[in-house]
C-alpha cells in the first residue's frame, strides 16, 4: 500500500483527541434510593482520587472507528491491482501545419492522418490511454486520457494551419506526457513536408508514418513592399516546386481592383521575382498566382501598406521653435503647442499620444507617453536637486539601448545639468560619470523618457544626432504599428495605446473576437491566410485601427515533396516501468464506509434515547 498524500494522516491524532474527551465526558450518575443505611459501610474513595480506567463504551469504539477511517482516507491510500502486461499508452503527434491541408489522393494530407489516428484510438482496449498532440508552429496537448470518444471529439474539432511544424516541441511534451507504468510509444502522422532537422534521441519507441505523395506545387513565398518617393514599390517571389517549368500569371490586386499583371515563366524547381512601382494611395495589397495546385492556401499573399500610426504631440513649452521643428519633420506626427501655464485647460490634454514637458513638470502623469526635458526641482514625480552642474568637456559618455544606438554625442556641450535620482522605474540611457543625462522607463501605464539637460543650452540643436534622436524618442514611445504581414501561426505581438482597454479582432471570415488590453498582447491563433482587422477599442469607441497580412506562403511550407524522416535515435523496446500494475485507489471507500459507520452511530443514540 502507497500513500498519494501522507501529510493527511496527520488526520489520525484526532484519535487520542477522542478518547480524552471521553475521559472528560465522564460523570457519576444520579441513582433514587429509599435509604442510605446500606451504602454507610461502603468503603469511602480517598478524596481527589479519580479512575482512571478507560470507559470503553460501544459510543467510543464507533467514534474512534469513524476517525480512523477518514483519517486513513485523507491519506490517499493505493494498492496495486492486476497486473495489465498490454496496457499501453501511447502519444500521437499529428502535424496540423498548413501543407497537410494539401488534397492528394482525393483527400487532404490532414484528413487522411485524422483518419489513422482515429484508427489507433479505435484499436485501443480498455485500460488503455492515449495523448493527442497538436504540431503546428507550436505544439500542444489537445486531449489525454482512456476515453476514446474524448480524444475522437478532439480529433473532429482540429484544423491544418500555420507555417512550420515543432516537432522537437511535439516530442518533448509527448515524452512528459507517457506514464512510465503502461508500455509507451509515440506515433507520429505527418506529411514530411520539413526543413532538415538535426539528430535527436527520443526516450521511447517512435513510429513515424508518412502521408502524402510526391505532389507539385506553386506558392508566393515572399511579399513585401517599400516607400520610394511619393510611390510604392511591391516585391513578390514566386517558387515552382514541380520537376517540369511553370507558365502563369500573377495578378496585383489592390482593394479588389487589378492595378498590376505580368506573366510568368518559372524553371523546374525553380523561383522568380516580380517587382512593380505604383502610384496613388493603397490601403491593402493581394498578389496571386493562378497556380491550379494542391495547396490554394499559398498561391495568395497579402500585404497592408497603410501602417503609419498617427501621433498626436502635444509640446508643452515657453520656447517651442527648435522642438516644434524637430517633431513635425517626424512622418505621422501631428503637434499642438501650449505653455505650461495653460496646460491645464489644453484641449488636446487628454487626446495627446505623447505630452513633452519642456522645463516643466505636471502633477501627475498625463495619459499617454510622456518626454519630460530638462525637469525642474520641486516635482513630486522626480527626485531633482535644485543646484546645477556643468560638464566636463571631452568626458566619455556612457550609452546604451537600441534608441542611442549608432548616435554620435562626441563634441557635444550639454551645459548645465541638474542631478536627478534615477528612480526604480527607469534605467540610465546615457550618463557622465554618475550624473544620468536620458532616462526610460515604464511606471503604470505610462512610457516615460527623462531628458535631465536642456537642449536649448546646448550645442545638440546644430548636430545631426538632435533630430535622429527626437525622431528615435518619439518612437520608442508611441505604440509601434502593426507589422505589414506576418506568417500563419507566427505570433503577432500588439503594444497597444495605455489608454486602450479592449482590442477587437476580425479576420478574413468575418468573425470577430474581442480581447481585453494590456500592455502587451500577443495573439498566436492567426492560422487562416487572408486580411486581419485590428481596432484600439477606448469605452467601446475605436480609436486607432489597422490591418495586418497573414500568409500560409513559405520556403519551409510550399514544398510539398515528402522528405526523408529525420534522424531520431529511438527504443526498440519501452525501457519504462515494466510492472505495468495499475494503482487501485481506496479512499472512496474508506469515506464509505465512516459514512456507513456514522449512520450506525446516529441509529445507537436515537434507540438509547
Same mark, same amino acid.
Given at each position: 500500500m502507497s500513500f498519494l498524500l501522507p501529510l493527511g494522516l496527520l488526520a489520525l491524532l484526532a484519535l487520542p483527541i477522542i478518547v480524552l474527551l471521553h475521559f472528560l465526558r465522564e460523570r457519576r450518575r444520579r441513582v433514587p434510593t429509599p435509604s442510605l443505611l446500606l451504602w454507610a459501610n461502603l468503603p469511602r474513595r480517598v478524596e481527589g482520587e479519580r479512575s482512571r480506567r478507560l470507559p470503553l463504551t460501544l459510543l467510543l469504539l464507533l467514534h474512534l472507528l469513524i476517525a480512523a477511517l477518514l483519517g486513513v482516507a485523507l491519506g490517499g491510500p493505493q494498492i496495486a491491482g492486476a497486473l495489465t502486461p498490454d496496457a499501453r499508452h501511447t502519444a500521437i503527434i499529428l502535424d496540423t501545419s498548413t501543407s497537410m491541408a494539401a488534397v492528394d489522393g482525393g483527400a487532404s494530407r490532414?484528413?487522411?492522418?485524422?483518419?489513422? +489516428?482515429?484508427?489507433?484510438?479505435?484499436?485501443?482496449?480498455?485500460?488503455?490511454?492515449?495523448?493527442?498532440?497538436?504540431?503546428?508552429?507550436?505544439?500542444?496537448?489537445?486531449?489525454?486520457?482512456?476515453?476514446?470518444?474524448? @480524444?475522437?471529439? +478532439?480529433?473532429?474539432?482540429?484544423?491544418?494551419?500555420? #507555417?512550420?511544424?515543432?516537432?522537437?516541441? *511535439?516530442?518533448?511534451?509527448?515524452?512528459?506526457?507517457?506514464?512510465?507504468?503502461?508500455?509507451?510509444?509515440? #506515433?507520429?502522422?505527418?506529411?514530411?513536408?520539413?526543413?532538415?532537422?538535426?539528430?535527436?534521441? #527520443?526516450?521511447?519507441?517512435?513510429?513515424?508514418?508518412?502521408?502524402?505523395?510526391?505532389?507539385?506545387?506553386?506558392? &508566393?513565398?515572399?511579399?513585401?513592399?517599400?516607400?520610394?518617393?511619393?510611390?510604392?514599390?511591391?516585391?513578390?517571389?514566386? +517558387?515552382?516546386?514541380?520537376?517540369?517549368?511553370?507558365?502563369?500569371?500573377?495578378?496585383?490586386? !489592390?482593394? *479588389?481592383?487589378?492595378?498590376?499583371?505580368?506573366?510568368? *515563366?518559372?524553371?523546374?524547381?525553380?523561383?522568380?521575382?516580380?517587382?512593380?512601382?505604383?502610384?496613388?494611395?493603397?490601403?491593402?495589397?493581394?498578389?496571386?498566382?493562378?497556380?491550379?495546385?494542391?495547396?490554394?492556401?499559398?498561391?495568395?499573399?497579402?500585404?497592408?501598406?497603410?501602417?503609419?500610426?498617427? @501621433?498626436?504631440?502635444?509640446?508643452?513649452?515657453?520656447?517651442?521653435?527648435?522642438?516644434?521643428?524637430?517633431?513635425?519633420?517626424?512622418?505621422?506626427?501631428?503637434?499642438? #503647442?501650449?505653455?505650461?501655464?495653460?496646460?491645464?485647460?489644453?484641449?488636446?490634454? *487628454?487626446?495627446?499620444?505623447?505630452?513633452?514637458?519642456?522645463? !516643466?513638470?505636471?502633477?501627475?502623469?498625463?495619459?499617454?507617453?510622456?518626454? +519630460?526635458?530638462?525637469?525642474?526641482?520641486?516635482?513630486?514625480?522626480?527626485? &531633482?536637486?535644485?543646484?546645477?552642474?556643468?560638464?566636463?568637456?571631452?568626458?566619455p559618455l556612457q550609452q546604451r539601448g537600441r534608441t542611442l544606438e549608432g548616435l554620435e554625442f562626441g563634441g557635444v556641450v550639454f551645459g548645465a545639468v541638474r542631478q536627478v535620482e534615477t528612480p526604480q522605474w527607469a534605467e540610465v540611457q546615457l550618463a557622465s560619470g554618475n550624473l544620468p543625462l536620458i532616462l526610460r522607463g515604464r511606471v503604470d501605464n505610462h512610457e516615460i523618457a527623462v531628458w535631465t539637460f536642456n537642449p536649448a543650452s546646448s550645442n545638440l540643436t546644430t548636430r545631426l544626432a538632435f533630430p535622429l534622436l527626437v525622431a528615435r524618442t518619439v518612437r520608442d514611445l508611441a505604440p509601434p504599428p502593426l507589422p505589414q504581414a506576418v506568417r500563419a501561426g507566427e505570433p503577432l505581438i500588439i503594444r497597444p495605446d495605455p489608454r486602450t482597454t479592449t482590442l477587437r479582432l476580425r479576420g478574413p471570415n468575418d468573425q470577430a473576437i474581442t480581447i481585453p488590453a494590456a500592455s502587451v498582447v500577443t495573439l498566436d491563433t492567426l492560422v487562416e491566410p487572408g486580411l486581419y482587422q485590428v481596432e484600439e477599442q477606448r469605452n467601446n469607441a475605436t480609436v486607432v485601427a489597422g490591418v495586418v497580412g497573414v500568409n500560409a506562403g513559405a520556403a519551409i511550407e510550399s514544398n510539398l515533396r515528402p522528405q526523408s524522416a529525420p534522424p531520431l535515435r529511438a527504443p526498440g523496446n519501452d525501457p519504462g516501468s515494466a510492472s505495468n500494475q495499475q494503482m487501485l485507489d481506496l479512499w472512496p471507500w474508506l469515506a464509505l464506509a465512516a459514512l456507513l459507520v456514522l449512520a450506525l452511530e446516529w441509529a445507537y443514540v436515537l434507540r438509547r434515547r
Open positions: 490532414f484528413e487522411q492522418a485524422r483518419q489513422r +489516428a482515429r484508427a489507433i484510438v479505435a484499436s485501443t482496449s480498455p485500460g488503455d490511454r492515449i495523448t493527442l498532440i497538436a504540431a503546428g508552429p507550436r505544439a500542444q496537448i489537445v486531449a489525454s486520457g482512456d476515453d476514446p470518444f474524448l @480524444i475522437t471529439a +478532439a480529433l473532429g474539432r482540429l484544423q491544418p494551419g500555420g #507555417v512550420g511544424m515543432a516537432l522537437d516541441e *511535439a516530442l518533448t511534451l509527448a515524452e512528459a506526457a507517457l506514464d512510465p507504468q503502461f508500455s509507451r510509444r509515440i #506515433v507520429v502522422l505527418t506529411d514530411s513536408a520539413l526543413p532538415p532537422q538535426p539528430a535527436r534521441d #527520443v526516450l521511447v519507441p517512435l513510429e513515424w508514418q508518412t502521408i502524402g505523395s510526391n505532389i507539385p506545387n506553386r506558392a &508566393i513565398i515572399a511579399f513585401a513592399s517599400r516607400p520610394w518617393g511619393g510611390r510604392l514599390q511591391v516585391y513578390v517571389r514566386v +517558387a515552382n516546386h514541380e520537376a517540369a517549368p511553370f507558365n502563369g500569371t500573377l495578378r496585383l490586386f !489592390s482593394d *479588389a481592383q487589378v492595378v498590376a499583371e505580368e506573366r510568368v *515563366a518559372i524553371a523546374p524547381n525553380g523561383e522568380t521575382e516580380v517587382s512593380w512601382t505604383l502610384t496613388g494611395r493603397h490601403g491593402a495589397l493581394r498578389a496571386v498566382i493562378d497556380g491550379n495546385d494542391a495547396l490554394p492556401q499559398d498561391d495568395s499573399a497579402y500585404l497592408s501598406v497603410s501602417q503609419g500610426r498617427p @501621433i498626436l504631440a502635444l509640446l508643452v513649452s515657453n520656447e517651442p521653435a527648435t522642438l516644434r521643428r524637430a517633431l513635425e519633420a517626424i512622418p505621422g506626427v501631428t503637434v499642438a #503647442v501650449t505653455t505650461p501655464s495653460a496646460y491645464a485647460t489644453a484641449p488636446e490634454r *487628454a487626446a495627446a499620444d505623447l505630452t513633452i514637458f519642456d522645463g !516643466s513638470l505636471p502633477e501627475t502623469w498625463p495619459p499617454g507617453a510622456i518626454l +519630460a526635458i530638462a525637469p525642474p526641482p520641486g516635482s513630486s514625480l522626480l527626485s &531633482i536637486a535644485p543646484d546645477v552642474r556643468e560638464l566636463e568637456t571631452g568626458k
